[in-house]
Every structure is written in C-alpha cells, then in structure tokens.
C-alpha cells in the first residue's frame, strides 16, 4: 500500500505485446502493472484500467507529479501522452530525439534505434557499469552491446520466442500451442516436449551463442544482463546470464527523468 505522498513519478514501457507501468517514489518503485498492448483501445479505456490499478495500490491521480513515456508503438504513444494531459494533469518526457539519455549512441543511424534498447543501455549501465550485454525477451529477442567506455554500440535483433512458438502452430498442420516451460530433457519422447525442447533449448543456443560473440568483440568481461518475460526461464538454462532484472526498462526511465527534468537535471 501506498501512503498518501506527492511526487509519485509514473514510468510507462509501452511495448507490441505489452505495456508495463511502474509508480517510482524517488528511486524506489513502489507499484508496477502489466496491461496488454491494444492499439485500438481508446484513451478513456486506458484510464479507466489504469486509474483503477493504481487506487487498488493506494495511489491516487493526485499523488503522480510526473510522467515519462518509452514507446516502440506511436499510436500508443500519443494514447498514453493524451492520458497523462487530461487525467493527470502533466505534459509527459517522451524518450525519444532531443531527450538526454547520458549514453553516446554509435549506431550508423542513430534515430534507427528503437528507444527501448537505449533505455535498457541506461539502466544496465547505472546498475551494473560497462562494458554490459542487455538481452530483452520481448516480442523479439533483441540483443544490445554497451562497449567499456559507455558508448552504445548497436546489437542483433531476432524472432521472439512467442513469436518462433506461434510460427510452428500456424505453418506445421501436425503441430499445436504448447505452454513454453522446460522439458524433462533435450530428446522429446512426443510432439509436446520435443517443441518445448527445440524451443526453450534453441533459445539457450541462440543467446549462448550470440553473447559469446559480443563478448569477443567486446574484450570478454561484460555484464551480461536479461529482461523481458522469459528472462528468467532462459537465464535458469544458462551461464551466460549473470543478472535478470525484470524492471530494467522502468529503472532506465526514471534515470532518464532525472536527467531531463529531476531536481539535478541541467536546465
């Protein structure tokens, strides 16, 4: 429960599958939510969602101060900007060109990346230092490289695993919808644990192998940091992880607040 303070910062991930809203009371995050991502879904029907959510936390509209938006999706991001005017009250940071992030991006175009990698950088930086990995399992598996210096480097982009488990039940007629947990072992004794195994196993392969990769060509001795909603069923697989922090998107937003518009932002 929250206790009636002011100056509650609300953080907003809006992602293709999901939107993830965390309540920050200074640095501490104090409330998070999960709400599916629905490009259709209008701003009032958001609010209502999201004004329930919070009063169910004990936070009240009047107890948020704040607002910064990520957005890889922009009819949401103008959904959730419209929000925060009419029911909050506050024009929203929305990260994005123009807005301080404290990272040198070194990307051949720099507007190219989606500002939920840059976030993550963010975040993965402060917690961890560079040089730093970042494996996010979102809709895609998206791999970012943070070199020594604090330079963002660029990264790999691949199929997520929702999307590789959709894939075979939508193009194989013999295969169906299988819960993504782990099988008992690697050789499949019928059609289930064998999509499990091929699956959960080939992503292991795929961030095993990709990490290793990075790794060389960062000199061998990066953090290597997983977020996303399988993060933890595949870091349990694998030494490669070594931290799993599932609001690593949220952190790097309020660090870009503070940049921006907290008590020590440059003005």
Do not use: W
């Not at 599958?17 to 640095?27: A, I, K, N, Q, Y």
């Not at 922009?74 to 959904?79: A, D, G, N, S, Y």
């Not at 900007?81 to 051949?108: H, W």
């Amino acid at each position: 429960m929250v206790t009636e303070q002011p100056d509650l910062l609300m953080a907003v991930d809006i992602g293709n599958t999901s939107v993830h809203l965390g309540v920050f009371r200074s640095e501490e995050l104090v409330a998070s939510y999960r709400l599916a991502a629905n490009a259709n879904r209008l701003t009032d029907e958001y609010a209502i969602i999201i004004l329930s959510l919070l009063r169910n936390g004990g936070v009240s509209p009047e107890q948020i101060s704040d607002c910064v938006l990520g957005s890889t999706v922009p009819p949401l991001t103008q959904t959730f900007e419209e929000l925060a005017r009419r029911y909050f009250g506050i024009q929203p940071l929305v990260v994005g060109s123009g807005v301080r992030t404290g990272v040198r991006i070194l990307y051949d175009s720099p507007r190219d990346v989606g500002p939920d990698r840059i976030i993550d950088a963010v975040a993965a930086i402060r917690l961890y230092g560079p040089p730093v990995i970042v494996v996010d399992f979102g809709t895609a598996t998206v791999f970012d490289a943070v070199s020594r210096e604090g330079d963002y480097l660029g990264g790999a982009i691949a199929p997520g695993i929702g999307i590789a488990a959709n894939a075979l039940f939508e193009h194989a007629a013999m295969l169906y919808r299988i819960e993504l947990e782990r099988p008992r072992c690697a050789i499949g004794k019928n059609t289930v644990h064998a999509m499990q195994s091929g699956i959960m196993f080939g992503y292991v392969g795929l961030v095993e192998g990709i990490v290793d990769r990075f790794q060389r060509e960062l000199g061998g001795n990066a953090t290597v940091v997983a977020t996303g909603g399988y993060a933890s069923l595949i870091a349990r697989e694998t030494p490669a992880i070594q931290q799993v922090e599932p609001n690593l998107t949220l952190t790097g937003l309020r660090i870009i607040y503070d940049l921006n518009r907290g008590p020590h932002a440059e003005r």
